[in-house]
């Protein structure tokens, strides 16, 4: 009787390890891998429980203390394996193989093309929206000579100051403080935040080495060149985009389209002129990421070209499809993309 | 060794052997596709102006490049069905040539030989095209492509196949047979300017009643609107790309939005045709089943009534992976998901089965 005692603490003490492992271990693939699969686990894991609480109450197996015991621990340490196995397939196939995504979410200063940035809307008393977003690149304003940065119009919901606040990367300090939008425009899809502390970089991040660059931008790229390209030629531009949810992703132009309509979730429907369609994944937080080519110059080191910023996307197509707009949407606004780094 | 350490064993060994053969089943269903290529097969892709018959004969491939007939025209601008994922995959194909030129040129004239016998007059055509291209320090991707210009409208494509793979099945060349029709529309533009026909169209669709169109159009198609474009040029997954005058895109079958699509295509050609000759062909890209485009912020609604805060999120769920887009990632959740049912069901049996021994040795 004593021995029985015994070895029921012994499993209750190892259950309760054994449920502050899963749960720590739940968190952290909840984080990385999203809701669906975290249900998946703690089905799994009730499951486990149901079973372990079957072979310890089961009158006919209780009677044998010995293999109750083996058992039940047994059954624990394999799931609990299973799910130290699990975690680290999807950590590993997360959380490292998401091209670069965990540098956009960094600090920033000064501010970069292709990192995150945070803005709260107030529409009014009653509704506020938060959005995420990435930065596209520097330019100057060419009315003010004002240097700042643009992403695209709807993360603001096309709203100036003082009903957005922007925060880099995001609200959780007040120093991320960066202002407001502006300017926005519709047909170009674009707002402008003046911040004097930006620099013309694109932050890539290189799959092929694991490391992330700040690459300075040297020239930009207009909508007829890359028409001329796409239709006399028949070339496909090969581009990069890099984004606060998908990182740095590689794609190609397939179409150059003078204007096009974009449906916003908030905004409805909207012309924008100067459209690039590509073969290049983005997905919700992407909105105005650079989309650039970057190149090794010998002698001179990593360069980008810019073409545009992202606008719109349907990322369950396979291909996935992406739709930005060319430079010429943003030169046609007043602003000038800074070049040289 | 105990009975119960003997099950785990095996539990643990069936629960290995499970995801393995999970992980080779997926293998092998992708060993099928690439299997399949091997065997002679036809396959159309509608890539805007163009359509693409794709034909693997013995270890060449042959891509047969027609006009694409419209699916309806009216005042010479066509609607002309644009397949999304094959023309990426036709554009990803790379153009195979490693034989000699000699050589070619010695097969190629067996091939017009063999044509001219029963009056298909050819012209091959050696041609440098670009595939990829970089801007800054031009840093571009050029291929030889080996191209025969045959009146596809008067000679039988299959025979065509046959005469031209018969003699190239043993190189692993990629044969590109044009037809004259298509060379007819690229004569057409180059005679009024290439770039001026795109300079025209832009101005066109700049218009304020072009405008007008674009935006109509979103709220006919309601739910079966996917994407509108109006003006610009699309690349050719074979040669030179096109200039095109608009690009439909929608969720569901041509038959479902016809009516509404047509008017588009009346109305804009009504529009084009006081500028641009009727003479010139123009093509608007209609995708069924197509890409339904929004805009990408991620973000949540916060409403604020009487102090409390209701967070409603939106497009939050969306920002994760999704496996189409990762068919690796797919994999390995699908060998985890059926590894991790079979390992337990196999549990549970053997438990059932452990405990009916028990049952049965305390039974006796």
Same mark, same amino acid.
């Given at each position: 009787?004593?021995?029985?005692?015994?070895?029921?603490?012994?499993?209750?003490?190892?259950?309760?390890?054994?449920?502050?492992?899963?749960?720590?271990?739940?968190?952290?693939?909840?984080?990385?891998?999203?809701?669906?699969?975290?249900?998946? #686990?703690?089905?799994?894991?009730?499951?486990?429980?149901?079973?372990?609480?079957?072979?310890?109450?089961?009158?006919?197996?209780?009677?044998?203390?010995?293999?109750?015991?083996?058992?039940?621990?047994?059954?624990?340490?394999?799931?609990?394996?299973?799910?130290?196995?699990?975690?680290?397939?999807?950590?590993?196939?997360?959380?490292?193989?998401?091209?670069?995504?965990?540098?956009?979410? #960094?600090?920033?200063?000064?501010?970069?093309?292709?990192?995150?940035?945070?803005?709260?809307?107030?529409?009014?008393?009653?509704?506020?929206?938060?959005?995420?977003?990435?930065?596209?690149?520097?330019?100057?304003?060419?009315?003010?000579?004002?240097?700042?940065?643009?992403?695209?119009?709807?993360?603001?919901?096309?709203?100036?100051?003082?009903?957005?606040?922007?925060?880099?990367?995001?609200?959780?300090?007040?120093?991320?403080?960066?202002?407001?939008?502006?300017?926005?425009?519709?047909?170009?899809?674009?707002?402008?935040?003046?911040?004097?502390?930006?620099?013309?970089?694109?932050?890539?991040?290189?799959?092929?080495?694991?490391?992330?660059?700040?690459?300075?931008?040297?020239?930009?790229?207009?909508?007829?060149?890359?028409?001329?390209?796409?239709?006399?030629?028949?070339?496909?531009?090969?581009?990069?985009?890099?984004?606060?949810?998908?990182?740095?992703?590689?794609?190609?132009?397939?179409?150059?389209?003078?204007?096009?309509?974009?449906?916003?979730?908030?905004?409805?429907?909207?012309?924008?002129?100067?459209?690039?369609?590509?073969?290049?994944?983005?997905?919700?937080?992407?909105?105005?990421?650079?989309?650039?080519?970057?190149?090794?110059?010998?002698?001179?080191?990593?360069?980008?070209?810019?073409?545009?910023?992202?606008?719109?996307?349907?990322?369950?197509?396979?291909?996935?499809?992406?739709?930005?707009?060319?430079?010429?949407?943003?030169?046609?606004?007043?602003?000038?993309?800074?070049?040289?780094? | 060794?105990?009975?119960?350490?003997?099950?785990?064993?095996?539990?643990?060994?069936?629960?290995?052997?499970?995801?393995?053969?999970?992980?080779?089943?997926?293998?092998?269903?992708?060993?099928?596709?690439?299997?399949?290529?091997?065997?002679?097969?036809?396959?159309?892709?509608?890539?805007?102006?163009?359509?693409?018959?794709?034909?693997?004969?013995?270890?060449?491939?042959?891509?047969?490049?027609?006009?694409?007939?419209?699916?309806?025209?009216?005042?010479?601008?066509?609607?002309?069905?644009?397949?999304?994922?094959?023309?990426?995959?036709?554009?990803?194909?790379?153009?195979?040539?490693?034989?000699?030129?000699?050589?070619?040129?010695?097969?190629?004239?067996?091939?017009?030989?063999?044509?001219?016998?029963?009056?298909?007059?050819?012209?091959?055509?050696?041609?440098?095209?670009?595939?990829?291209?970089?801007?800054?320090?031009?840093?571009?991707?050029?291929?030889?492509?080996?191209?025969?210009?045959?009146?596809?409208?008067?000679?039988?494509?299959?025979?065509?196949?046959?005469?031209?793979?018969?003699?190239?099945?043993?190189?692993?060349?990629?044969?590109?047979?044009?037809?004259?029709?298509?060379?007819?529309?690229?004569?057409?533009?180059?005679?009024?300017?290439?770039?001026?026909?795109?300079?025209?169209?832009?101005?066109?669709?700049?218009?304020?009643?072009?405008?007008?169109?674009?935006?109509?159009?979103?709220?006919?198609?309601?739910?079966?609107?996917?994407?509108?474009?109006?003006?610009?040029?699309?690349?050719?997954?074979?040669?030179?790309?096109?200039?095109?005058?608009?690009?439909?895109?929608?969720?569901?079958?041509?038959?479902?939005?016809?009516?509404?699509?047509?008017?588009?295509?009346?109305?804009?050609?009504?529009?084009?045709?006081?500028?641009?000759?009727?003479?010139?062909?123009?093509?608007?890209?209609?995708?069924?089943?197509?890409?339904?485009?929004?805009?990408?912020?991620?973000?949540?609604?916060?409403?604020?009534?009487?102090?409390?805060?209701?967070?409603?999120?939106?497009?939050?769920?969306?920002?994760?992976?999704?496996?189409?887009?990762?068919?690796?990632?797919?994999?390995?959740?699908?060998?985890?998901?059926?590894?991790?049912?079979?390992?337990?069901?196999?549990?549970?049996?053997?438990?059932?089965?452990?405990?009916?021994?028990?049952?049965?040795?305390?039974?006796?």
């Amino acid at each position: 009787m004593a021995k029985k005692i015994k070895d029921h603490r012994c499993v209750n003490i190892m259950k309760i390890d054994s449920q502050r492992v899963y749960i720590l271990i739940l968190k952290e693939v909840r984080r990385s891998i999203g809701i669906s699969m975290f249900d998946l #686990l703690y089905i799994l894991s009730v499951y486990c429980t149901k079973l372990i609480k079957f072979i310890n109450f089961s009158p006919n197996i209780i009677r044998d203390t010995k293999v109750t015991t083996s058992l039940t621990t047994k059954i624990s340490i394999l799931f609990i394996i299973a799910l130290f196995v699990m975690t680290s397939i999807f950590s590993t196939l997360f959380l490292t193989a998401q091209n670069g995504v965990e540098y956009t979410r #960094l600090r920033y200063r000064p501010l970069i093309g292709g990192i995150q940035i945070w803005s709260t809307i107030r529409y009014n008393q009653s509704l506020i929206v938060y959005t995420n977003c990435t930065i596209g690149y520097t330019v100057i304003e060419n009315s003010t000579g004002s240097v700042g940065v643009i992403s695209a119009g709807h993360c603001s919901e096309f709203l100036t100051v003082p009903n957005v606040d922007t925060y880099q990367p995001d609200n959780s300090l007040s120093n991320n403080y960066i202002g407001g939008p502006t300017f926005t425009n519709r047909s170009s899809d674009m707002l402008f935040i003046p911040y004097v502390n930006s620099a013309s970089y694109i932050l890539y991040y290189d799959n092929y080495t694991g490391n992330a660059y700040q690459v300075p931008v040297i020239d930009i790229v207009k909508y007829n060149d890359v028409y001329y390209t796409t239709n006399i030629m028949g070339g496909q531009l090969p581009i990069y985009k890099t984004g606060r949810t998908t990182g740095t992703t590689y794609g190609s132009i397939y179409y150059a389209g003078g204007y096009c309509t974009i449906y916003g979730n908030l905004t409805g429907p909207y012309n924008v002129s100067y459209c690039l369609l590509a073969h290049l994944l983005s997905m919700p937080g992407d909105s105005g990421s650079p989309l650039y080519f970057e190149g090794y110059i010998e002698g001179i080191g990593d360069r980008a070209w810019l073409y545009g910023h992202v606008v719109a996307a349907n990322w369950t197509l396979n291909p996935p499809l992406t739709i930005a707009v060319a430079v010429d949407g943003v030169l046609g606004s007043g602003y000038t993309p800074l070049t040289g780094g | 060794m105990s009975k119960g350490m003997v099950y785990l064993q095996t539990l643990l060994i069936l629960l290995l052997t499970l995801s393995i053969i999970n992980v080779v089943y997926v293998d092998a269903q992708n060993e099928y596709i690439i299997e399949k290529s091997f065997y002679t097969k036809y396959s159309v892709c509608h890539a805007g102006v163009e359509a693409v018959i794709n034909v693997s004969y013995g270890n060449a491939t042959i891509l047969i490049d027609i006009p694409n007939p419209p699916i309806y025209s009216y005042r010479n601008v066509h609607l002309v069905l644009f397949d999304h994922k094959c023309f990426y995959e036709l554009s990803q194909h790379k153009m195979r040539s490693p034989i000699p030129q000699e050589i070619f040129k010695e097969k190629s004239e067996n091939v017009k030989k063999r044509f001219s016998e029963i009056n298909i007059t050819t012209d091959v055509i050696v041609r440098n095209v670009v595939l990829t291209l970089s801007p800054g320090p031009i840093n571009a991707s050029v291929e030889w492509r080996y191209i025969f210009i045959i009146d596809l409208s008067k000679a039988p494509i299959d025979l065509i196949i046959k005469i031209i793979g018969e003699e190239f099945k043993d190189t692993r060349a990629t044969i590109i047979v044009y037809d004259k029709r298509l060379i007819e529309i690229r004569d057409l533009y180059d005679r009024y300017g290439i770039l001026k026909i795109g300079e025209e169209i832009r101005n066109i669709v700049s218009s304020e009643e072009a405008q007008v169109l674009l935006k109509n159009i979103i709220t006919e198609l309601g739910d079966y609107f996917g994407f509108a474009g109006l003006g610009g040029a699309s690349s050719s997954p074979v040669d030179r790309g096109w200039p095109t005058l608009a690009y439909i895109s929608v969720t569901s079958s041509y038959s479902d939005v016809s009516e509404i699509v047509k008017r588009f295509v009346r109305e804009i050609a009504d529009i084009t045709r006081r500028k641009i000759s009727e003479q010139i062909p123009l093509y608007i890209y209609f995708s069924e089943y197509g890409p339904r485009v929004v805009a990408i912020p991620e973000l949540e609604l916060v409403t604020t009534q009487n102090n409390t805060n209701t967070m409603i999120p939106r497009q939050l769920n969306q920002t994760h992976v999704s496996p189409d887009v990762y068919p690796e990632a797919h994999k390995i959740f699908r060998m985890i998901y059926i590894g991790s049912v079979a390992g337990g069901l196999s549990l549970l049996m053997a438990i059932v089965f452990h405990r009916i021994l028990i049952r049965n040795r305390y039974n006796r």
